[in-house]
């Protein structure tokens, strides 16, 4: 693979060299996604102070944050060895160099990966980065357990590592050389999706003297430096001085304030121009409005990538039965469930979402069950759960208590009373929804998913919710409780590979496959929005397809 | 709570007191006869009496108006579908999920919810819920503080340490979060005690809940009368004659209660209606989608930018529920205090 | 009078001791809510769960989890599962909020109470008393939630008279401070006001053809000077230890309801949202200091009580 390493060398390089020329995005002001990855429209007013509100991070420590609000945040704090384009749409999922020299050499067998560190790098209180940092920063996520951690636990060594149960035992995968800065990791197979898993902030090097093994907030390397005044009200981002990593933007805003605030209030801030912009999606109530009154600071992305699908247990009835499942495919309607979402729903019928047209997405048309945008059919199935010979049987429907899921799953359980079934719901805390259902032993029939990209690569769609390999995890988040053997021999040849747009054509048509086999009822993707205030340039809106928004990208006017 | 005649009025009831078999029943005719005249006389409260039945009724013939009149279910979504008004179509849910304000016809006669359902319909059914979760809780309540506090009352020493323990550690937990807390726990393991096995989302569990959190208020004051009434004359007597105490406790004891028990249950069921609201509006009481005025009300908050009434009504509903409940509620005590009456003089 | 005190204080810890362990076992005796699954993110490893069983305590048994989680309570340790945000810090934060919502609100229901009762009662019978009165039961059963999310509707966002929910501290700036807390102050007090005022009427009525009364007016008093001084002293008094219970009560949680409406972020409203969340540890701990809070004030007012009718400290 080292030729296909060399390629993307120049390939980042050139598009480096492109985005230090400018730090503005792009242009688009249309209301959909995947806007060019352009470096036209002007140059960026630098500095300036803003206030974000949000419902701020799940946590301020980078190997134990969750949520796309601390991604947010913290991927300005935090830099990984590799990282991702700071640029709008699809550009966005390409890796770039980040405290490594260059993206890193892979073995012949595709199961090294060696990078270089950049000489003279310095944390944001001062001290040296080294080499070592990095295998400090893993056995942190594994000692502690952070949420992404199954993800760097392909590295040689790991599963010893976690066994040992001691904070300072060695991962045999990882060598380092402080000296050289040069860092190898060795992982037990090869795994495609790796290095975008070390890119995200979970991968990020944090000085092994100040990241202690307990929840902590360690200095890191970004364009911003934190300043937390009150974990669950304020914090402040304040540009960190003399911040230069080619490729990495610098970031326009000097001062970036953050608060915690309630929906309603945050929306009618950002109308007012008492903030800037927000996390959150603007309250259903008053979305209608916003969308109307202020469409010249307002837009809706599919961001981060994402799918809604119903999940169907294959291991119990009515669902372990083809027939039934493409019932529920025929008889969902798109339209209704976009009402829900306040108009905040693509149709869809494809597994991956369109953001991935680069790396493996293809519009499947026509669809097989019907135009997602068009009326459902009815009739088919209540012809199909006929058929099956279940009708009349009793189906619990499942769902979790985050707004709007109760009323999706109350629209499920109507459908499915139309067709044929006896049905009825049963929506518990979210919390702890995905843990229960994805225990073997709660049988769920059938229920609301969702699934936001961990970083971007179809894997991370397919493996974690349709695969074998799922079904080895207590709880599984592959709530069918059996995979569809075409899709693991899929996984086994795709997976490893280490750019996916080189194959993105079989990842589509697995994507076909997923489909077609009724193994999921996909209705669509979220659109998440984008809303400014006045004194934000429109045109520096960062909508980025890993961040959902890039904060470094954003400008005044 | 008055339970012998008042000295004032003895003398005008001589029937009161009722010899049977050697033993003097003092609680008896009197005082029923006498409250419920004074009740008979009290307009307001027989009128707001007969608003709260006539809410009862109207939610119980919630099935005859959702099949003739709505034309439609409870449950029912209908996101996609479009209704006729006055010739012109429209939706029933808006695209951008505004759903239709009130229509003042048959179909959606108060327009409908974020799903597509006909509110006037939810409404009556959810009175059924909310209703017979407050009455149910107001029972159980009442039989378990009638057993609390006459056991100790009534035994006092070891017996009475335990409960009022008991009633002590339920009395200090701050009352809606213990409902909170047991509403949540309950309905996502429901409940499994012995025989007993409810499913999370049973209507009992937040009936049985306020129960438990509300029989501290019941029973205390339940207990303080035992107390009071084992020290007198007529238990003294018969205890004389060789009655066991279980028997002492269903023929003196509990019928002297029973004047409080009836004073205080439109009270209770009144306090239980809305603490039902209270905790459904949380998320903790009613499970969807079954509805509740607490669950409607909470779901209409949400709305109420776009469509105001969806939290209006509900809670109209439940106020003429509770203020039937509290004027007749007042009404009855009137009735049997006969200080409260007297003392209306101008001065 | 000593002993009184000291038996009262014993018993308030035990309660709080059995408060904490009921509350830990409504918790923890659910099935299936593993926090250190929760905690695990997505597909984890077993070992993954293993480390953050370890790291928070759950692979040790149950009573064993009760001390350490009571130890961390104590010392300010504690760690909610959802944000892993230090709660006592939190509730440090929270409790000004409610403390301003209470107190504010204790001080308005009592103040209109007293003003309701006295004048109810003195025109007892007539148009204004009924009004007054069919005024006080229609407060009586307006739900706190309800009303008050009309009143933040209407008041607040639509009319713009008053500001739409949220909270000034009172050290950054008094007036609007004051001003964010009317409509909350006003929609909790509406029940007390109902409740109490009716009670106030009640006693006042009883007392004012009391003998002791009656002399005083023979006396020579104005009839202004009896019921001030005679007639309300009191009738006022089963009314105090009554308002000193319930502003117990408010703060130990009632008020739960009314800063959820308004968005104040006060302390109930941090219990009703980890209670939401199924996140024990904010729970356990705001369950402890509402308790303590709801004895404290009620062991207080005992003494208060005692010490006012002798008879009392007897029992």
């Not at chain 1, 944001?124 to 502690?144: N, W």
């Not at chain 1, 029939?445 to 493996?463: K, L, M, R, S, V």
């Not at chain 1, 996909?522 to 961040?547: I, K, Q």
């Not at chain 3, 009004?131 to 307006?142: K, Q, V, Y």
């Amino acid at each position: 693979m080292k030729k296909q390493a060399s390629a993307l060398a120049i390939a980042t390089l050139m598009a480096v060299g492109a985005i230090g020329v400018s730090a503005c995005g792009s242009n688009n002001k249309s209301s959909s996604s995947s806007g060019s990855a352009g470096s036209g429209g002007g140059k960026a007013k630098k500095g300036g102070s803003i206030r974000i509100g949000s419902v701020l991070p799940d946590s301020y420590d980078p190997v134990l944050l969750q949520t796309n609000q601390g991604n947010q945040a913290l991927q300005l704090v935090y830099t990984g060895l590799v990282t991702y384009k700071h640029v709008e749409g699809p550009g966005g999922s390409e890796l770039i160099p980040g405290l490594a020299e260059a993206l890193p050499t892979i073995s012949a067998d595709r199961k090294t990966y060696t990078f270089k560190l950049r000489p003279n790098l310095k944390y944001s209180d001062g001290s040296p980065v080294k080499a070592s940092d990095f295998e400090h920063t893993i056995k942190r996520l594994q000692f502690l357990g952070g949420p992404f951690s199954s993800f760097s636990s392909v590295i040689k060594g790991v599963t010893e590592y976690q066994k040992a149960k001691k904070a300072d035992a060695d991962i045999s995968g990882i060598t380092s050389d402080d000296a050289t800065g040069e860092i190898k990791v060795e992982l037990t197979e090869p795994n495609g999706s790796f290095l975008y898993a070390i890119a995200l902030v979970s991968g990020a090097p944090t000085p092994a003297a100040k990241s202690p093994f307990k929840r902590s907030t360690p200095p890191g390397v970004g364009p911003y430096t934190i300043d937390i005044k009150n974990p669950t009200r304020e914090f402040v981002l304040n540009k960190t001085p003399g911040f230069n990593i080619p490729g990495i933007a610098k970031g326009n805003i000097d001062t970036i304030t953050v608060v915690k605030e309630t929906v309603t209030k945050m929306t009618q801030d950002v109308i007012d121009g008492k903030l800037d912009f927000m996390t959150e999606d603007p309250t259903g109530d008053l979305l209608p409005e916003v969308k109307t009154k202020y469409p010249n600071r307002f837009r809706m992305d599919p961001n981060p990538p994402n799918t809604y699908w119903f999940f169907m247990n294959e291991t119990t009835k009515p669902f372990d039965k083809k027939e039934v499942r493409q019932a529920v495919n025929y008889a969902i309607d798109s339209r209704a469930l976009q009402r829900i979402f306040g108009g905040r729903l693509e149709p869809s019928c494809n597994f991956l979402p369109p953001s991935y047209a680069r790396i493996g997405y293809k519009k499947i048309d026509p669809c097989p069950y019907g135009d997602p945008a068009g009326p459902p059919n009815l009739a088919k199935a209540r012809e199909l759960v006929d058929k099956s010979g279940y009708k009349g049987m009793n189906v619990t429907v499942w769902g979790n208590t985050k707004d709007p899921r109760p009323a999706i799953v109350e629209y499920l359980r109507d459908t499915l009373n139309q067709i044929g079934f006896k049905a009825k719901t049963k929506v518990i805390e979210q919390q702890v929804y995905f843990g229960i259902i994805g225990t073997k032993k709660t049988g769920a029939q059938i229920g609301f998913t969702d699934w936001y990209q961990d970083f971007p690569h179809p894997a991370d769609f397919f493996e974690p919710n349709l695969s074998a390999k799922a079904l080895a995890s207590t709880p599984t988040f592959n709530f069918q409780f059996k995979s569809n053997p075409k899709l693991d021999e899929a996984l086994k040849k795709l997976g490893p590979e280490a750019d996916p747009a080189t194959v993105a054509d079989q990842w589509a048509a697995l994507d076909r496959t997923v489909v077609e086999d009724a193994n999921v009822a996909v209705y669509g993707n979220e659109l998440t929005t984008s809303f400014f205030s006045d004194r934000m340039n429109f045109d520096c809106a960062g909508v980025h397809v890993v961040y959902k928004n890039d904060w470094s990208l954003f400008c005044l006017k | 709570m008055a339970i012998e005649p008042a000295s004032e009025l003895a003398s005008a009831v001589p029937e009161a007191i009722v010899a049977e078999g050697g033993r003097t029943r003092v609680a008896g005719l009197a005082p029923w006869r006498i409250a419920l005249r004074r009740l008979r006389r009290n307009r307001v409260a027989l009128a707001f009496g007969a608003l709260f039945l006539v809410i009862v009724a109207m939610c119980l013939a919630a099935p005859i108006y959702a099949s003739q009149i709505a034309h439609t279910d409870p449950f029912k979504n209908h996101l996609t579908d479009q209704i006729t008004i006055d010739g012109v179509k429209k939706d029933v849910v808006a695209p951008s999920g505004v759903p239709i304000g009130p229509t003042y016809s048959g179909r959606f006669f108060l327009g409908a919810d974020g799903n597509g359902r006909d509110i006037a319909v939810r409404l009556l059914y959810g009175g059924r819920t909310s209703l017979t979760i407050g009455i149910g809780a107001a029972l159980m309540s009442t039989l378990l503080s009638i057993v609390a506090g006459t056991l100790a009352g009534f035994y006092r020493g070891r017996v009475d340490a335990v409960i009022t323990q008991i009633l002590n550690l339920i009395w200090s937990f701050p009352p809606v979060l213990l409902g909170i807390a047991l509403g949540t726990a309950l309905a996502l393991g429901g409940l499994k005690i012995g025989p007993l096995e409810l499913d999370g989302d049973s209507k009992l569990i937040p009936s049985i809940i306020i129960a438990i959190v509300t029989v501290p208020y019941t029973a205390r004051p339940l207990r303080g009368q035992v107390l009071a009434l084992r020290e007198k004359e007529f238990v003294e007597a018969a205890r004389a004659q060789g009655a066991g105490s279980l028997r002492i406790m269903f023929s003196e004891i509990l019928p002297n209660l029973s004047s409080t028990l009836v004073v205080f249950f439109p009270l209770m069921v009144a306090s239980a209606i809305g603490f039902e609201a209270a905790l459904s509006f949380l998320g903790a009481g009613v499970r969807p989608p079954n509805p509740s005025w607490g669950t409607m009300i909470a779901d209409g908050v949400e709305r109420i930018i776009t469509g105001p009434h969806l939290a209006i009504v509900p809670g109209v509903m439940l106020v003429l529920s509770l203020l039937g409940l509290n004027v007749f509620g007042d009404g009855v005590r009137d009735a049997f205090d006969p200080r409260a009456k007297v003392r209306v003089r101008r001065s | 009078m000593k002993r009184f005190v000291i038996r009262r204080i014993l018993g308030m810890i035990l309660v709080l001791f059995a408060i904490s362990i009921a509350t830990f076992c409504i918790f923890n005796v659910i099935p299936n809510s593993d926090p250190a699954q929760r905690l695990a993110g997505r597909n984890p490893t077993k070992g993954q769960i293993e480390a953050i069983r370890r790291q928070w305590g759950f692979d040790k048994p149950v009573y064993v989890q009760y001390v350490k989680t009571m130890e961390k309570v104590f010392t300010g340790d504690l760690i909610s599962y959802v944000s892993q945000i230090e709660v006592d810090k939190e509730i440090l934060q929270d409790a000004p909020r409610t403390f301003s919502l209470a107190i504010g609100a204790a001080i308005m229901w009592m103040a209109f109470a007293v003003a309701l009762g006295l004048y109810t009662a003195v025109r007892a019978g007539r148009f204004a008393d009924r009004f007054l009165t069919a005024l006080a039961l229609i407060g009586i059963s307006m739900p706190v939630f309800w009303i008050g999310a009309l009143m933040s509707y209407y008041l607040g966002f639509k009319w713009n008279i008053f500001p739409n929910g949220g909270y000034v501290p009172l050290t950054e700036d008094p007036l609007q401070w004051a001003y964010h807390l009317i409509m909350p102050w006003t929609a909790l007090s509406l029940l007390f006001i109902g409740v109490y005022s009716r009670i106030l009427r009640s006693n006042v009525l009883d007392t004012i053809n009391d003998d002791y009364v009656r002399t005083a007016r023979a006396k020579g008093l104005s009839e202004r000077q009896v019921l001030l001084r005679h007639v309300l002293r009191n009738s006022l008094i089963p009314i105090v230890t009554l308002w000193g219970l319930d502003f117990g009560a408010v703060v130990g949680g009632g008020a739960l309801l009314t800063e959820t409406v308004f968005d104040l972020q006060g302390v109930g409203q941090y219990a009703a949202e980890s209670v939401a969340q199924l996140d024990v540890p904010p729970v356990l701990a705001i369950v402890m200091f509402g308790a303590f809070f709801v004895v404290v004030v009620n062991t207080v007012v005992d003494i208060v009580y005692a010490t006012l009718d002798p008879r009392i400290r007897l029992t």
